[in-house]
């Protein structure tokens, strides 16, 4: 057996937790001498058995060797103690997160089987959460929600996207868009000739009058949310529908209800006449947008959604706000928390649907459109909250962003928000100015900058991985794995 395949085979084998042969179902219990005094000691990584674990070429995480192989934390972690940075604490929850990493990683197969039949014909990508994101995120919640957590089973309950699917709308025609101005009615009229080509007219950029943007802007964004619904209805409907087969398989509505709820006569027939449908079991809704933005489910498609709870009478998050608020005039204060929660100043714009696979495992779908943009916007989020995902090429990102100033910090999310929309725009068949980074901010913070390192980033990183092992560092000098 060559070096490279042992070290492989070694470092599988500790993934799996097989260091040992015993597998501790109660460790609190069992190890509550040994920890005692320990869990409120706040040191460095040179604390027994505590060390750094290199998931990544770039990224390192925190573990505890000797408590490795137990399937639970030995001790119980706590918001107050992660935030001081105690080392005990933040290396036991690195170990949930290798477990839980684990876990999601043999159900992918077929997590990957399911989402992907059910949205067959779509361009689907399905992907598992990996250890630094789950500890990343476990961090951040137990933290800012002041919780704790004694099993992994607790931690499990906060990981709601440990299987990421994400589905790509196709954008809209030049067709789409005429097919829209014939149809669509706006206080009740069609729109005249004269407002089809104004409308067409700032679509395409063209300069107009003062009077004429004023007649197009004023029935820009009513065809915009039309515009946004034709792109989406497709995989609305997947959802819809799905959504309804799993409530009749579970006895939980009948037909007869559901005509009682108020869902569309067009939905309940194919329904009824189209046996190709697959059950999805929703738990949440997260409709994104940034506060000028276009989300992708319109109102008329949250409320077939809502009409599936109550016939059901089994009720799931819906996170929205409303196309008909004029968030300019009113701004977010007087929003209820669900629409405020919806609003994103970034401009993040996606619609997130949580759902419940056949194994009970969770899954976070996310829809979106071609806009290259979500790929690397959350650079800045990520480099704001100084999380552990981001490897060297981003550090010199991140220093620039952490040093904004609180005064600049807002104009740079205007940024971020605005060539959020612009991207959108584009996936609509609109075309809009891109944002210019704002004089005075250092280039590196520029979106264009941004897409350069995540290109560089993909690109190292799939050069380093061709030799990488995962390992754990003890300190820099040496490096090991069992």
Same mark, same amino acid.
């Given at each position: 057996m060559?070096?490279?395949?042992?070290?492989?085979?070694?470092?599988?084998?500790?993934?799996?937790?097989? %260091?040992?042969?015993?597998?501790v179902?109660?460790?609190?219990?069992?190890?509550?001498?040994?920890?005692?005094?320990?869990?409120?000691?706040?040191?460095?990584?040179?604390?027994?058995?505590?060390?750094?674990?290199?998931?990544?070429?770039?990224?390192?995480?925190?573990?505890?060797?000797? %408590?490795?192989?137990?399937?639970?934390?030995a001790?119980?972690?706590?918001?107050?103690?992660?935030?001081?940075?105690?080392?005990?604490?933040?290396?036991?929850?690195? =170990?949930?997160?290798?477990?839980?990493?684990?876990?999601?990683?043999?159900?992918?197969?077929?997590?990957?089987?399911?989402?992907?039949?059910?949205?067959?014909?779509f =361009?689907?990508?399905?992907?598992?959460?990996?250890?630094?994101?789950?500890?990343?995120?476990?961090?951040?919640?137990?933290?800012?929600?002041?919780?704790?957590i004694?099993?992994?089973?607790?931690?499990?309950?906060?990981? /709601?996207?440990?299987?990421?699917?994400?589905? /790509?709308?196709?954008?809209?025609?030049?067709?789409?868009?005429?097919?829209t101005?014939?149809?669509?009615?706006?206080?009740?009229?069609?729109?005249?000739?004269?407002?089809?080509?104004?409308?067409?007219?700032?679509?395409?950029?063209?300069?107009?009058?003062?009077?004429?943007?004023?007649?197009?802007?004023?029935?820009?964004?009513?065809?915009?949310?039309?515009?946004?619904?034709?792109?989406?209805?497709?995989? *609305?409907?997947?959802?819809i529908?799905?959504?309804?087969?799993?409530?009749?398989?579970?006895n939980?509505?009948?037909?007869?209800?559901?005509?009682?709820?108020?869902?569309s006569?067009?939905l309940?027939?194919?329904?009824?006449? =189209?046996?190709?449908?697959k059950?999805?079991?929703m738990?949440?809704?997260?409709?994104y947008?940034?506060?000028?933005?276009?989300?992708?489910?319109?109102?008329?498609?949250?409320r077939?959604?809502?009409?599936?709870?109550?016939?059901?009478?089994?009720?799931?998050?819906?996170?929205t706000?409303s196309?008909?608020?004029?968030?300019?005039?009113?701004?977010?204060?007087?929003?209820?928390?669900?629409?405020q929660?919806?609003?994103?100043?970034?401009?993040y714009?996606?619609? /997130?649907?949580?759902?419940?696979?056949?194994?009970?495992? *969770?899954a976070?779908?996310?829809?979106?459109?071609?806009?290259p943009?979500?790929?690397y916007?959350?650079?800045?989020?990520?480099?704001?909250?100084?999380?552990n995902?981001?490897?060297?090429?981003?550090?010199?990102?991140?220093?620039a962003?952490?040093?904004?100033?609180?005064?600049?910090?807002?104009v740079?999310?205007?940024?971020?928000?605005?060539?959020?929309?612009?991207?959108?725009?584009?996936?609509?068949?609109?075309q809009?100015?891109?944002?210019?980074?704002?004089?005075? *901010?250092?280039?590196?913070?520029?979106?264009?900058?941004?897409?350069?390192?995540?290109?560089?980033?993909?690109?190292?990183?799939?050069?380093?991985?061709?030799?990488f092992v995962?390992?754990?560092?003890q300190?820099?000098?040496?490096s *090991?794995?069992?």
């Amino acid at each position: 057996m060559s070096l490279i395949t042992k070290i492989i085979s070694g470092t599988r084998t500790f993934l799996r937790g097989k %260091t040992v042969a015993k597998t501790v179902t109660n460790p609190v219990a069992e190890n509550s001498l040994r920890y005692r005094g320990i869990e409120t000691a706040i040191g460095s990584y040179e604390k027994p058995g505590v060390a750094q674990y290199r998931v990544k070429p770039d990224i390192t995480m925190p573990m505890n060797i000797h %408590t490795r192989h137990y399937n639970n934390p030995a001790f119980e972690i706590k918001p107050d103690l992660l935030k001081v940075k105690n080392s005990f604490q933040q290396a036991e929850l690195g =170990n949930t997160a290798l477990r839980l990493a684990e876990s999601y990683e043999k159900a992918l197969p077929s997590a990957e089987r399911e989402i992907k039949e059910v949205f067959d014909g779509f =361009n689907v990508s399905v992907r598992a959460k990996g250890a630094n994101s789950v500890f990343s995120k476990l961090e951040r919640v137990l933290i800012k929600k002041k919780k704790s957590i004694k099993t992994d089973e607790e931690a499990r309950q906060i990981i /709601q996207d440990a299987i990421g699917g994400r589905i /790509q709308l196709q954008d809209i025609t030049r067709k789409d868009i005429i097919d829209t101005l014939n149809t669509i009615k706006i206080d009740g009229n069609g729109l005249s000739n004269r407002e089809k080509h104004l409308v067409m007219s700032l679509f395409s950029g063209r300069q107009l009058s003062k009077k004429e943007l004023a007649i197009a802007n004023r029935l820009a964004k009513p065809i915009k949310i039309a515009l946004a619904e034709k792109q989406s209805e497709p995989v *609305f409907r997947r959802f819809i529908l799905g959504g309804l087969r799993d409530a009749l398989d579970r006895n939980v509505t009948t037909i007869e209800k559901l005509e009682q709820a108020g869902i569309s006569k067009d939905l309940i027939k194919e329904l009824q006449t =189209n046996p190709k449908i697959k059950p999805v079991r929703m738990t949440e809704i997260n409709n994104y947008k940034g506060i000028d933005g276009v989300s992708y489910f319109s109102d008329r498609q949250i409320r077939q959604f809502e009409r599936l709870q109550m016939a059901t009478g089994e009720r799931f998050d819906i996170i929205t706000c409303s196309e008909n608020i004029d968030l300019a005039k009113y701004g977010l204060e007087g929003l209820s928390k669900n629409a405020q929660d919806a609003i994103k100043p970034s401009g993040y714009t996606t619609a /997130q649907v949580n759902v419940t696979l056949k194994d009970g495992s *969770f899954a976070e779908i996310q829809i979106r459109g071609s806009g290259p943009f979500g790929e690397y916007e959350h650079l800045k989020y990520d480099s704001v909250l100084d999380k552990n995902t981001l490897g060297e090429i981003f550090q010199p990102y991140k220093k620039a962003v952490q040093s904004l100033s609180k005064t600049q910090m807002p104009v740079y999310d205007s940024y971020i928000s605005r060539t959020y929309d612009y991207y959108r725009m584009k996936e609509l068949g609109i075309q809009v100015p891109k944002p210019q980074l704002p004089a005075g *901010f250092d280039p590196i913070l520029s979106e264009e900058s941004m897409k350069r390192l995540h290109h560089l980033n993909e690109v190292d990183q799939a050069r380093k991985m061709q030799t990488f092992v995962p390992h754990i560092e003890q300190d820099a000098q040496r490096s *090991f794995i069992i």
